[in-house]
């Protein structure tokens, strides 16, 4: 299950990793063959494995990574609902960090194949599906993180609260920290939180959302059915998961459209997007650094004087 094809198979097994391998055994209960490291991600290793039990998916790493792995095992099991529309990887097992390995996730592996010619129609119309699942409340059962970060989900009523204290403050914050948010954005920032409330809805049907919904986070199944991984999942409104797969692109007209028809968005949802997709610039340039400061200043910019 990967974003990209494995690459060509390690010579040796975990070789720097002895208790990582035998943990894995032990949770299979069969023998390791192979592993053949995947590329696409940027957070943790990732490894396809060949056992005598078949193939899984593997997630590994230590520290701030193998603290990702709880959060990112409960929003698949949420994603992963009796009537979804995605295949979702099943989770095999998720263990934390030791002193004698490091913390993994452990998956089924997913086949991959070419994605038919309605993939991005069939994408948008089970997205609208997946959103269709809602509750209460914003935010989610565990706090998970973006990337590295952590994402906190406690539970709310008021959505742009949740979305100023929970989403845009602390990312703001880290940024501070990191020395990568400049003080010339600041009165901009003041007038973006300021307002907040009159540009986001109050109390939007509190949707299942992905939560980190861009385009190599989204596979064609071998059967052609469209495939979610890599979540950072809360209950919000369902315009965040549609803003971000137009901020890097890779979705054409047909997912927008497929969208549309089957739940139409609410007039203003392309400023809505700038606003959600300032999360998302800030997470990236606090792990990414001053390439995305640019496109930060223009959504503050557009956000402030719209």
């Not at 089924?108 to 119309?125: R, S």
């Amino acid at each position: 299950m990967s974003s990209a094809d494995p690459s060509p198979s390690n010579t040796a097994l975990f070789a720097d990793e002895p208790a990582l391998r035998q943990a894995l055994a032990d949770t299979l209960g069969a023998e390791l063959r192979t592993a053949t490291p995947v590329s696409g991600g940027c957070i943790a290793h990732a490894s396809q494995l060949d056992t005598t039990a078949g193939l899984f998916f593997l997630k590994w790493g230590r520290g701030t990574v193998a603290r990702t792995f709880a959060g990112e095992a409960a929003g698949l099991h949420a994603l992963a609902t009796p009537d979804t529309p995605f295949r979702i990887p099943e989770v095999v097992a998720t263990q934390p960090e030791t002193d004698e390995r490091p913390g993994f996730l452990l998956m089924e592996w997913i086949e991959t194949g070419p994605p038919p010619p309605t993939f991005d129609a069939d994408f948008g119309e089970a997205l609208a599906v997946l959103h269709r699942h809602t509750d209460s409340q914003y935010g989610f059962r565990v706090d998970n993180h973006i990337g590295r970060l952590p994402q906190a989900n406690p539970r709310t009523t008021n959505w742009a609260a949740f979305f100023r204290t929970q989403r845009l403050q602390p990312q703001v914050e880290h940024a501070r920290a990191r020395n990568r948010w400049s003080a010339d954005w600041d009165a901009l920032l003041d007038r973006v939180l300021e307002r907040l409330p009159t540009l986001l809805p109050n109390d939007p049907p509190a949707s299942l959302v992905h939560g980190d919904l861009w385009r190599g986070n989204v596979m064609s199944a071998a059967t052609g059915s469209p495939a979610l991984i890599d979540p950072a999942v809360y209950y919000g409104h369902r315009e965040v998961d549609l803003a971000m797969t137009d901020l890097f692109g890779g979705f054409d007209d047909a997912f927008r459209d497929a969208y549309q028809a089957t739940w139409p968005l609410e007039p203003g949802a392309a400023l809505r997007a700038t606003v959600y997709n300032l999360y998302h610039l800030i997470n990236h340039l606090n792990h990414f650094g001053g390439t995305y400061a640019q496109q930060v200043r223009h959504a503050l910019n557009r956000i402030a004087h719209a």
